[in-house]
């Protein structure tokens, strides 16, 4: 949905550098007055006046096609008015000091945005047929970008995705369904299933668990037509093999799941690499020291990899 960005930046104000006016002889010593005013470079207004400023009912149009004719407030465009852009865009509805501001229809290169604006910029509801992108997004807006409830369909009606939004991305609870009966249902993060969430398959086949950047990851379980049954820790969108509870120091003790892949740090702590890292992408301490910790500091503990290897050896087995 980058073309919605795109539309505020284009609809955003009137194109070009602020014209100064020279004066003009009025009709009307006080109050509104009419008159028509040529710039040196070919820009014209024609209409209503007020204290040597464009007010009221009036049309400024420009050499290469460009114009508006609206309604004007102390030389903005304020009120009701239309503006045609330099693409050939064509922006239709409220304004307000210079910017869309209210209820107003925007058409160009395909694009067709009628709803609601803030500054410039698409905010609150709002409808957005999208040709270059050969979507259709109805809902909620927030400073030009997908935010809040909203549905978004692709123009062939094959794809449906309708529920939260945040900065532009799906994040948040959602439903995604597809013309061949296929669904996920669930929680959402930058566009990708991530946290709770229920899936359906067009054989028949469904998973219900955790999922992670898209893909299968935690706990979960995936029931087959045929009434086979897998359930257990997925890892990276592959179920993993199931052990006994394995001994404390063979845990993660952030994740408290049996560890792949253990680190140690300076302060002696032993984790496992995905969570430590993860851990230190937002702080840059120990989580049992609170001791200072860079993540290039961190050291492969294998020793312990090869007892908690020879450990897993001993104990595997997949449960169907």
């Known amino acids: 949905m980058a073309r919605s960005k795109q539309i505020c930046l284009i609809a955003g104000g009137p194109p070009g550098p602020r014209r100064v006016l020279r004066k003009r002889r009025r009709t009307a010593r006080y109050g509104i007055y009419y008159g028509k005013h040529t710039d040196p470079n070919g820009d ?5 006046w007020r204290d040597g400023k464009r007010h009221g009912q009036g049309k400024e149009t420009y050499p290469d096609g460009v114009f508006y004719d609206g309604e004007w407030r102390d030389g903005e465009r304020h009120g009701q008015g239309k503006s045609r852009f330099p693409d050939g865009a064509v922006y239709d509805g409220e304004w307000r000091d210079g910017e869309c501001h209210g209820q107003g229809k925007y058409t160009g290169d395909g694009d067709v945005y009628e709803g609601q604006w803030r500054d410039g910029k698409l905010h609150g509801q709002g409808k957005l047929t999208s040709l270059s992108g050969k979507v259709v997004y109805e809902g909620e807006w927030r400073d030009g970008k997908l935010h809040g409830q909203g549905k978004l369909t692709s123009l062939s009606g094959e794809v ?12 948040g609870q959602g439903k995604q369904t597809y013309a061949n009966g296929a669904f996920y249902e669930g929680e959402w993060k930058d566009d990708k299933c991530h946290g709770n969430g229920k ?18 990851h935690g706990q979960g379980k995936e029931r087959y037509t045929d009434g086979i049954t897998l359930e257990g820790r997925w890892r990276h969108g592959e179920l993993q093999p199931s052990y006994p509870d394995p001994p404390a120091d063979f845990k993660c003790p952030i994740s408290k799941e049996l560890m792949d892949d253990p680190v140690v740090t300076d302060g002696g702590g032993t984790y496992e690499r995905e969570c430590i890292e993860e851990w230190l992408s937002t702080r ?6 609170n001791a200072e910790l860079e993540s290039r500091r961190l050291v492969p503990n294998r020793a312990l990899l090869r007892v908690i290897s020879a450990w897993k050896q001993k104990h595997e087995n997949i449960v169907l």
């Open 44 to 48: 014209v207004y024609e209409g209503q």
């Open 160 to 171: 449906v995705y309708e529920g939260e939004f945040q900065d532009g991305k799906r994040r």
């Open 199 to 216: 899936q359906a398959y067009p054989d028949g086949a469904f998973y219900e668990g955790e999922f992670q950047d898209g893909k299968r």
């Open 284 to 289: 840059n301490t120990d989580p049992e020291t």
